[in-house]
């Protein structure tokens, strides 16, 4: 599902975030990213959706070649990389409807299948009574809600979040990390990087630790590892 070989990334300053990673993700997994701030957690998300491009190195996501895709095949490749973010990243002029229904209107979906899908992806995280409310009359995690139905509204095969329950509380956390659950229990992967320590060590999954920009520990009922 997914693959990097040897993977680099300095930035221009000259910071060098990643240093030769080299990973497999299965199909199906559902895998932690931790480790302290300024690892490069972010980047190895980052580079999975092409928000930024290695240094040097192969990634494969789903069949692309991510690091050389054109950038006309970003689309397609985005298409099937859903991606949640800490701060949601809605649109703040549109609805709970309306933010799902637009990753469907950019790939040209007929209205009429959107229609349904937005209801059926709204539905199943659990917003359903709340489809017209615009993003500042949601709480966090209800937008966090909306974010999850935005990702997977066109049935990606992968989902990456960074930090999805970042700015939440401790037992909205724990619904949105049910509602990953779930999704993944459906048969999408899941790849997450995450500062929640409880959440981690409960859930006994794949834990992949990065320091310094290489990747120290990879444990598939692993911790978390870290105090913070
Ligand atoms: P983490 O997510 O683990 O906190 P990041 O991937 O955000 O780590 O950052 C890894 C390193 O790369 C840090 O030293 C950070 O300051 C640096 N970095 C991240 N993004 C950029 C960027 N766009 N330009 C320059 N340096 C960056
Ligand atoms: P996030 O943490 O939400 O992934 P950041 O706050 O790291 O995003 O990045 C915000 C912006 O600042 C981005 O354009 C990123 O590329 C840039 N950036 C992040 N870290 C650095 C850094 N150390 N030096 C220069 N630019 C950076």
């Known amino acids: 599902m997914i ?29 932690y990213v931790v480790g302290p701030s300024g690892a490069g957690k ?30 006309r095949k970003i689309p397609y490749m985005r298409r099937q990389t859903g991606v ?10 549109l609805t709970a409807y309306e933010n799902v229904a637009f990753a469907m209107e950019v790939i040209g979906t007929p209205s009429k299948k959107m229609k349904t899908r937005v209801k059926e992806v709204l539905e199943l995280v659990g917003l359903g009574e709340k489809s017209k409310h615009f993003p500042n ?8 809600r909306v974010a999850v139905a935005r990702a997977l509204v066109n049935s990606p095969a992968v989902i990456i979040a960074d930090e ?11 619904e949105i990390m049910n509602l990953f659950n779930k999704i993944n229990d459906q048969g999408t ?7 929640n320590k409880d959440i981690v060590n409960t859930m006994k999954r794949r834990v992949i630790a ?5 990747i120290v520990r990879d444990e598939q009922r692993g911790v978390y590892g870290y105090d913070d």
């Open 164 to 174: 999805p329950t970042g700015n939440l509380d401790p037992e909205t956390s724990w």
């Open 42 to 71: 972010s980047t190895f998300i980052k580079l999975m959706y092409r928000e930024e491009k290695p240094t040097k190195g192969t990634i494969f996501v789903n069949g692309f070649n991510v690091d050389r895709l054109k950038d």
């Open 3 to 31: 693959e990097m070989h040897d993977v680099w990334k300095t930035y221009g300053n000259g910071v060098s975030a990643l240093r030769g990673i080299s990973v497999k993700i299965n199909r199906g997994e559902f895998v």
């Open 137 to 144: 009359q949601l709480s966090g995690g209800e937008q966090q």
């Open 210 to 214: 990065i320091e310094g920009g290489q």
């Open 189 to 195: 992967t899941v790849v997450m990087a995450t500062h």
């Open 84 to 93: 949640v973010f800490q701060d949601f990243k809605l649109l703040p002029q």
